[in-house]
């Protein structure tokens, strides 16, 4: 192997002394790759009562949206970065009734180690253009068991700088008197909580209290400008007392008599006009579990407890959870069923205080359903047809449906949101008259998305994903929703996503676990417009990582607890023992039996179609790689993200540089280069200069800029994933855990180099281990202009003078007019 030898260089240019900073920034467009249908739960839906037109919508990982007056919505958490990621959860939402311009936001996404952080309240006072942190002294979780549960945040309608929170964990019932700015524990309420999904969860996901419910103000038992005396509080108990009252402000409680103890509540809304609460329950915390439950109304004059449970018997094997009231409308209420797979979600209305109700569906004559609605899926074809499905088990109406309101200025206006999606029409009102309205997708705007993985083949359509719960599409058009998800087999979540570089219509995704088959390989050969079932592959093993060779004949995949495994002609997969099992993994995009594997430090390399790996080089002191980047047109030229920094190989892997300034570094990709015949751009999601954020390098790594901005800060650097795309300069696709995919386009010049510069000054250069000096190169022997070149090294190009031979068993292939290189034979 050659040698290798490390040194520093100190550059002089005229006045300027070089030396490695943060990068400067240049301007760039970002925008959602539009997908249109949300794409994962919105567990809330707040109208503010005060001000027609303001509602505001909360996701489980992905923030939280304003509406807009065409029924689009804004999202308002973009600016959360890699130090602020668990603001995308959002455990509880409120909208000031006083002063509508407010809003308040209970951020953080997980009570147990998934998330190391404490909770925040952020509060705003311009309708969610910029928000203050209030923190918390304990944890929250807006993507924990019982996120649709709510709202637990609530602003006294009578003195609005009074506000109430109920948290999780057994922490209890919180309280601010100054706009949200600080809070104290109310020491009055003692209840906590006791349900716990499942006690034996390890994870801690599930073995936590869920707690405080929600939090209700009845605004009609006090007079502006005085705190409001009557509060009511659920709580998340089953088989003892769970709803609360405090006549005084909160300075005493007691549970409310006669409650019924089966179940757990999960909303809490009164009806000013009939001084009533209704309730909905389940047994089950949601947003998954939960086989039966009940609605109820109290009377807060009589404190009589009515059961208006719509269904009974056979007909009840779901629990509640949206409830909404019309307040234009004295005792139309509406419910929806939380946990109802089967035969399809479902929705009842009662315009007599829950005397009766209708649903939105019913039997005809078994195995037929009739369905008292239109239903229009154009803003996100992939949802379904636009055509009512009359089939038993094809979920059409939702599942998961925990948020459902009435607008309270447009008694036509309703909204629900499901696991999916956001769905609701301007039409309710026809559910009373013609008993048949209309259900239309309404999410555009709202992304919510985690994405697994992206690709931007050469040819065919710009960009394909693999996504979590909605499987990937086919972007064909960035900023029009695709038509169909991928199908045969359609799988819930797909892992990852691999093109071949030779033949790049030819891609391979895998998924992670719930196909009907159990095989969890797919392949696709017109750009994953249409798939088929890998034979091949072992029944019940999946998720990972997948990579397809050049040629398409050979995948390589990574396997969740099964380790590496191979197939070449759709024969069965077999164990590569040669690669640890939690290798990176990636093929060579020009020569097709070349795999790259990288684990720990070790970099691996197989020549034999994947069949075994050998050890071949070295990443520095990394102890995790995150990502191999291949050059689409040069064999052994590859870039590998570690926990230590950004890598560069041209020799296969042979020798690493290390990328001066990256201390850590995540998703990396190529892309088009800034000239015909250039280098790729290199993009990186990485720690450069002690700044966590994305990059750009025109130079292969020598000067980078900065490419996102203070309103765009992503999420969580380590979850997202990155695709560049190989046809526009400059253009980059970010994946991210929660708020779908971006893309990113050159907006602004480019700022100047950040550490090197064109000088007709005469430069100096001085070998030293100076102190004012941060890039490392390594150095490795020269083969001579009359010497063969060994494997993989370079052998002609414009310019070059080195040797044109190859050692036995490679031979000199022209890779581009720049770039020859020695290639096995």
Known sequence: MPSRVKFWITLTLGTFSLVYGQAASQSYRWQNVKIGGGGGFVPGIVFNPSEKGLAYARTDIGGAYKLNADDTWTPLLDFADDSRWNYWGVDALATDPVQPNRLYLATGLYTNSWDPSNGHILISSD?????????????????????????????????????????????????????????SKVTSFTDTGSFVPDPSDSTGLNSDKIGIAWVTIDKASGSSGSATPRIFVGVANKGSNSIYISTNGGSSWSAVAGQPTSFLPHKGVLSPSERALYITYSDGGGPYDGTSGAVYKYSIDTGAWTDITPVSGSDLFFGFGGLALDTQKNG??????????WPDGQIFRSTNGGASWTPLWDWAVYPTLNKYYSYNAALAPWIGPNIVDVTPGNLQIGWMMESLSIDPFDSNHWLYGT????????????????????IKSLADGVEETSVQALISPPSGPPLVSAIGDVGGFVHQSLTRAPSAQFTNPKWSTSADIDFAGNNPSNVVRIGTG????????????????TWNQHFGAPDNVQGGKVAISADADTILWRTNGNGVMVSRNQATFSTVSSLPSDAAIASDKKTNNIFYGASGKTFY????????????????????????????????????????????????????????????????????????????????????????????????????????????GFGAASANCMAADPRVYGRVYIGTNGRGIFYGDVAGSAPPPTSSATSTTSVSTTTTRSTTTTRSTTTTTSSGNGSPVSGFGQCGGQGWTGGTTCVTGFQCVAQNPFYSQCIPI
């Open 127 to 183: 309708y969610g253009k910029t928000f203050d942190a209030a923190p918390l002294p304990f944890k929250l979780g807006g993507n924990m068991p019982g996120r649709g549960m709510g709202e637990r945040l609530v602003v006294d309608p009578n003195l609005n700088s009074i506000l109430y929170f109920g948290a999780r964990s057994g922490n209890g019932l919180w309280k601010s008197t100054n706009s949200g700015r600080s809070w």
């Open 332 to 341: 139309t209420v509406m419910v929806a069923a939380l946990n109802s797979w």
């Open 419 to 438: 696991g999916e999606t956001i769905y609701g029409s301007r039409d309710l009102l026809k559910w009373d008259s013609a008993h048949n309205v209309t």
């Open 514 to 529: 719930d196909s009907t088959s159990g095989k969890q390989v797919a392949i696709s050969s017109d750009y994953g417009v």
């Open 605 to 712: 390399v197989s020549t034999d179609n994947g069949k075994t790996f050998s050890a071949h080089g070295s990443l520095g002191s990394a102890t995790s790689v995150f990502d191999i980047a291949v050059h689409p047109s040069v064999s052994g030229d590859i870039w590998a993200s570690t926990d230590k920094g950004l890598f560069h190989s041209t020799d296969s892997g042979a020798t690493f540089s290390a990328i001066s300034g990256i201390t850590q570094a995540w998703g990396v990709a190529l892309g088009a280069p800034k000239s015909t015949g250039g280098y790729p751009a290199v993009f990186v999601a990485a720690n450069y200069g002690g700044e966590v954020a994305y990059f750009r390098s025109d130079d292969r790594g020598v000067n980078w800029v900065k490419i996102n901005d203070a309103a765009h």
